[in-house]
């Protein structure tokens, strides 16, 4: 362990026992609790602080309760950093906007399943009311607004908002889905923020929403490109990561504030916990395998809003790392994503497993890093692989999961045959 790491323990520890402050709490209220921290560490955390006597738990009706030990109150230290980072609010009138909730019914009821190679999580249900209802009031009339990897979002708002909006995301499957969900005239642009700059939009609207992967690579090419959609005056709402999602959360947050700066934009505000995240699939069954049920939300976002006030002073292009390119399979709402990156296109077809994993699936999001590097295969379902003879096997797929199959040349139908074995994995891991 390094010292980060001990350091990083010593804080979610200290976290704990700030939230439980002498109260009973179940796994799950702990966790909301706990600035986004990972179930698989916080859980980890709290069974060492159990083991050393610091909290006790116990068996009730909704499940074991945590609590800390007799003698384990809270420091003077501590309520002093509890009333410190009291939360920014942000003041909504209370009035329901009309029709929102059935919209985002409807709306979550035809997306596809979260895809972990573009870091989906959509919004929680709850959410979207006061989400649409700040942005509509964060700005001047007839903002031009776009949301960049916000698609549902998007699609809500376009319906209350005056002006057209532009929706932009690199999930072309996402896009259909959302597309009957906006209003007519409801731009939805299929776009990599990492693919390269788009000069046309550039200084184009009042109010850029940006919802990025919490990668550290894409939380700085979204900003870059979110930053440069903004006009002079106008506003960028963007959703970080909360302190304790990472041990380098806290520093990654200050060098984004200091990019912004450079990118010309003044930070105005911070609404800590203000987006809540629903648990994609793939995330639930990788918590399933440690015996941690979480249907519950449990990731928050905090917004930071910026007000763009002069032109960037530095050349930004250089902090943009593009991704792999995914193709993607579907199979009703499942998917499977193929890496296209040049790599092992040809040779015999395979689907084998990763070194350390056990079989083809992941055991949690905190430690797929490794796998994540040599996987090629990924399911909407917590499954990687690595595939070999990536043009054969992507045949195959779109032969026995994409409902419109297209690869017949002419009258030909170009086929080639998977092994039994080959169709097999792949049907495992969705
Ligand atoms: C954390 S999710 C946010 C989803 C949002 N909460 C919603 O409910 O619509 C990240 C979003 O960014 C998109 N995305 C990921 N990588 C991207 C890229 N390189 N360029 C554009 N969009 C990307 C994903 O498809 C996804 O919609």
Redesign the pocket.
């Known amino acids: 362990m390094n010292n980060s790491d001990i350091l990083f323990r010593k804080r979610v520890k200290e976290e704990i026992v700030g939230v439980l402050s002498n109260r009973w709490m179940t796994f799950l209220q702990i966790l909301k609790r706990s600035l986004n921290c990972d179930p698989e560490v916080l859980f980890n955390e709290i069974e060492e602080l159990k083991s050393l006597g610091v909290v006790c738990a116990r068996e009730d009706v909704d499940g074991i309760k945590y609590r800390l030990s007799a003698g384990c109150k809270i420091g003077k230290e501590d309520e002093e950093k509890e009333k410190k980072s009291e939360r920014v609010k942000w003041e909504l009138k209370d009035s329901k906007i009309l029709g929102l909730e059935k919209k985002v019914d409807s709306i979550l009821a035809s997306l596809p399943e979260a895809?972990p190679v573009?870091?989906?999580?959509?919004?929680c249900r709850s959410v979207y009311e006061r989400l649409v209802k700040f942005l509509l009031s964060i700005e001047v009339k007839n903002a031009r607004m776009a949301f960049?990897?916000?698609?549902?979002?998007g699609s809500i708002t376009s319906n209350y908002n005056k002006e057209k909006v532009d929706i932009?995301?690199?999930?072309k499957v996402?896009l259909d889905a959302v597309k009957e969900h906006c209003v007519e005239g409801t731009r939805l642009i299929h776009?990599?923020?990492?693919s390269g700059r788009r000069q046309d939009m550039e200084g184009r609207f009042n109010v850029v929403v940006a919802?990025?992967?919490?990668s550290r690579t894409?939380l700085k090419?979204f900003l870059v490109r979110s930053a440069s959609f903004v006009c002079r005056g106008g506003a960028l709402v963007i959703s970080f990561p909360q302190i304790l999602t990472r041990h380098s959360a806290e520093i990654e947050r200050k060098n984004l504030v200091e990019l912004a700066e450079k990118l010309g934009l003044l930070l105005q505000n911070v609404l800590v916990g203000f987006?809540k995240?629903g648990v994609p699939e793939f995330e639930k069954n990788a918590y399933e395998s440690y015996g941690l049920k979480l249907d519950e939300a449990w990731r928050k976002g905090d917004l930071f809003i910026f007000r763009k006030e002069k032109r960037p002073s530095i050349n930004s292009e250089q902090l943009i790392t593009s991704?792999p390119k995914w193709e993607q399979f579907t199979q009703g709402k499942k998917r499977i994503f193929l890496k296209r990156d040049g790599y092992f296109e040809a040779g015999q077809m395979n689907v084998k497993t990763i070194d350390g994993l056990e079989d083809l699936v992941y055991q949690s999001t905190s430690s797929r890093k490794d796998a994540w590097r040599c996987a090629s295969l990924i399911s909407t379902r917590n499954c990687v692989a690595h595939a070999y003879g990536r043009k054969e096997l992507s045949m195959t797929l779109k032969e026995m999961l994409t409902e419109k199959c297209n690869y017949i040349k002419g009258d030909r139908k170009i086929g080639v045959q998977a092994t039994d074995r080959v169709k097999r994995r792949i049907l495992d891991m969705m």
């Open positions: 895809s573009y870091s989906q999580w959509w919004f960049i990897g916000c698609s549902t979002l932009f995301d690199i999930d996402l776009y990599d923020v990492t919802d990025p992967p919490w894409l090419s987006s995240y991704m």
